[in-house]
C-alpha cells in the first residue's frame, strides 16, 4: 500500500473515533427533545437538559463526552467487490491509535503479563494511544461496492451491568421479550447513568448474541422502533428511575434488537446491554 493511502486511511479512522467519542447521532437528540418534553419530574428534566448541553459542548470543542471515553469496538462492513488486506488492517489500527491520542481518551491498558493484567498490579499506560481495541467484527454486506468502519466507544459502566445468558422460549416471542424486560429491571436502577439505551443481541451462541448486540448499537435509530423495542422501552420506563436516577418517567430513550438466525432449540441466548445516557456513541466511515 502507498504512504499516502495508508496515510488517508489512518486519518479517516482517527477523525471517524473522534466524533464517536465527541458527537450524539442527531437522531438522538431528537429522542431526548421528546424524553425532555414528556418528563413530570422537574429535576429529572434538568438532568436531560443538561446532558444534551454536555454534548453541544462537546461536539463545539471536539472533545469526550465523558470522563470514561470507551474501549474502541470496530465493525468492518465488506461488499463482494471489495478487498481487505493487511495493510489497511494496520492503517485502521493506526487510526484508532490517533484518534485516542487526538480526542484524547482515558488512559486505561492494564500493564504486564497476563496474571499482572487481571490483578492490575503494576499500573497502567500512560498512554491514550496504547489501549488496544478488541478483534474488529467482520461482516458481509449485500452492498457490493461496500468498505465501511463503525467505531463503538464501549465505556465500562454498561459493561459491569450487562448480561449474556439463555432463555427458555417456550415457544414464544412475549417469553423472550419479558425475560429482556425482567433483566432491565434489575439493571437500569444500578446503572446511574440514565436514561439509557436498551442494546439487544438474540443468537445461536454467546459470541453471536454479542456480535449482534454490537450490530443493534451500529444500525439502531431512535426514530424508528419496533413493536417488541417500544414494548421494552414503555415497560422499563415505568420503573421510575428516571435521569441519573433522580426518578421521573424517562429511563429508556429507545431500544435497539437485532435477531440473528436461529437454532432447533429450546433456547435462545440473548446479549443485553443498558448503553448509558451517552451510548451509544458511534460514527461510521466510508472507503
Known amino acids: ?108 491498558a492494564v500493564l504486564g503479563d497476563d496474571k ?12 491514550s494511544e496504547a489501549l488496544c481495541p478488541p478483534p474488529i467484527q467482520l461482516k458481509y454486506s449485500e452492498d457490493e461496492d461496500r468498505l465501511r468502519l463503525t467505531v463503538l466507544m464501549q465505556g465500562g459502566g454498561p459493561e459491569i451491568r450487562a448480561k449474556t445468558y439463555r432463555v427458555f422460549h417456550k415457544h414464544s416471542m412475549d417469553t423472550v421479550v419479558d425475560e ?18 436498551m442494546a439487544v443481541g438474540i443468537g445461536r451462541s454467546h459470541y453471536e448474541a454479542s456480535s449482534l448486540m454490537l450490530q443493534a448499537m451500529a444500525e439502531g435509530t431512535y426514530d424508528r422502533q419496533s413493536l417488541y423495542e417500544k414494548r421494552i422501552t414503555e415497560e422499563l420506563n415505568k ?12 429511563s429508556v430513550l429507545g431500544t435497539f434488537m437485532k435477531i440473528g438466525s436461529q437454532r432447533a432449540s429450546g433456547v435462545r441466548i440473548v446479549c443485553l446491554r ?14
Not at 421510575?240 to 421521573?248: E, F, K, M, P, Y
Not at 443498558?274 to 472507503?287: G, H, I, L, S
Open 116 to 127: 499482572e493484567r487481571i490483578e492490575q498490579s503494576i499500573g497502567l499506560d500512560e498512554r
Open 1 to 108: 500500500m502507498e504512504e499516502k493511502v495508508f496515510e488517508e486511511i489512518a486519518e479517516k479512522v482517527s477523525q471517524t473515533l473522534v466524533k464517536a467519542g465527541s458527537v450524539f447521532p442527531e437522531d438522538r437528540y431528537g429522542a431526548y427533545e421528546r424524553g425532555i418534553a414528556g418528563e413530570t419530574e422537574e429535576l429529572s428534566c434538568w438532568a436531560m437538559k443538561e446532558i444534551v448541553r454536555n454534548a453541544e459542548s462537546a461536539a463545539r470543542k471536539h472533545s469526550p463526552l465523558c470522563d470514561d471515553t470507551g474501549i474502541p469496538h470496530l465493525i468492518l462492513e465488506v461488499g463482494r467487490k471489495r478487498t481487505v488486506d493487511g495493510d489497511f488492517l494496520e492503517a485502521v489500527h493506526e487510526g484508532v491509535r490517533r484518534g485516542l491520542k487526538t480526542l484524547p481518551g482515558r488512559p486505561m
Open 180 to 197: 429482556i424486560i425482567s433483566w432491565g429491571k434489575e439493571v437500569i436502577g444500578q446503572l446511574g447513568c440514565t436514561p439509557c439505551t
Open 239 to 250: 420503573c421510575n428511575v428516571g435521569a441519573i436516577g433522580l426518578g421521573g418517567n424517562c
Open 274 to 287: 443498558p448503553c448509558c445516557c451517552f451510548e451509544p456513541r458511534k460514527a461510521t466511515v466510508e472507503f
